[in-house]
């Protein structure tokens, strides 16, 4: 199976809101051998999960900030863990934390931490929002954040991508299945992330100006690798400009004549037509 491609970061020098009707040019990301084992770019925030074990020893799960070189633990509520998934340039971080205890349960309640003007960073737990489960996924600089509920297992598993906007909860809705989960949100509002279709496949979405679209029918030709037409399954990050990162997949026939399935990567380039 082919794996995505890793992008290469570039930094842009302006931004572009979406119009209501936008379409995209799918590009496919070349695959880049590093030039050395260092780099030179510096990140003054970060938000990441440290994971400690060794062998049945029970463990929990932290999340950290790194500022400036210096690794703090990030405050929950002492359960068996805690995800910090995004951070916007004013240093708010969002996630997911064990409101639970620590046991042989987690329930995950949408978590959101600030600094204080200690420089200590405070957590605000937002709850589950009335579902079982409920994830932040990223906050851009005007505090909009998005993320998911989730609930029930196998079957009867249900999850719903929505925006937190001034305190109020908004749902993006879905493609007309039962799952969805949001991934990327930019500095205009627009959101991308996968939900399911009607039939229970997995589908790359856009969400702008309170309506989501299947990205599989705004691109202008579909994609194809080896012949082979490429469904975009999952839209992982979107810039100012509109422009998507996304994946796909794909069937082929390998050297035995066995039908395998790959998976691409995707640059969509945002072009405004209206």
Known sequence: MNSPADPQTAACCGKRKMAATTNYKSLTWAVLKPTSTTSTTKTKWLAATSTQAS????????????DQGFINPLPDLNGNSANANGIN???????????????DKTVNSAALWEKGTDGKYKLTNLGTFGAEQAILRDINDSGQIIGNTSGGTGATATS?????????????????????????????????????????????????????????NLTLTTPTFGGSNVTLTNATGINNFGDISAYGSYTYKDAKGVTQTGTRAYLLKALVTT
């Open 55 to 66: 062998g049945t020893t029970p463990v929990s799960i932290r999340a950290i900030s790194v």
């Open 89 to 103: 340039n004013k240093g708010a971080i969002v996630g997911q934390i064990d409101s639970d205890g620590f046991n």
């Open 160 to 216: 719903s991508p929505f925006l937190l906007q001034n305190g109020q909860k908004i749902n993006i809705g879905s493609l007309g299945g039962a799952t969805g989960s949001t991934a990327g949100i930019n500095q205009f509002g627009q959101v991308v992330g996968v939900s399911q279709n009607a039939i229970g496949q997995n589908r790359a979405f856009v969400w702008n100006n309170g309506v989501i679209k299947d990205l599989n």
